[in-house]
């Protein structure tokens, strides 16, 4: 079956940066397009980021822009997340999505804080 499993959430202060990895089993990943969503507390999911089958074209919330790059390795069916120059705001559950049937991972917790 379709499994996202997220892993490298953790505690990190402001300014400093963490990678997120997503490894994907249960289809083709090679084929499809993937995003990253976040969720903080008391707030909905928002989308984060998107990159295409081939990894040539991306796309970035505007609150992101510039700090965050999502990549992918075909070889290993992972999808990444470069976080750089965190903020508090940033603090949230970070998931995995296949958005063609709608899968999502666990979620994992990335928490910016002194």
């Known amino acids: 079956q379709v499994q996202l499993v997220e892993s490298g959430g953790g505690l990190v202060q402001p300014g400093g940066s963490l990678r997120l990895s997503c490894v994907a089993s249960?289809?083709?990943?090679?084929?499809?397009?993937m995003r990253w969503y976040r969720q903080a507390p008391g707030s909905q999911r928002e989308f984060v980021a998107a990159?295409?089958?081939?990894?040539?074209?991306?796309g970035y919330a505007g609150s992101v822009q510039g700090r965050f790059t999502i990549s992918r390795d075909n070889d290993k069916n992972t999808l990444y997340l470069q976080m750089n120059n965190l903020r508090p705001e940033d603090t949230a559950v970070y998931y995995c999505?296949?958005?063609?049937?709608?899968?999502w991972g666990q979620g994992i917790q990335v928490t910016v804080s002194t």
């Open positions: 999505h296949r958005p063609r049937l709608d899968n």
């Open positions: 249960g289809f083709n990943f090679t084929r499809e397009l």
């Open positions: 990159i295409s089958y081939s990894g040539n074209d991306t």
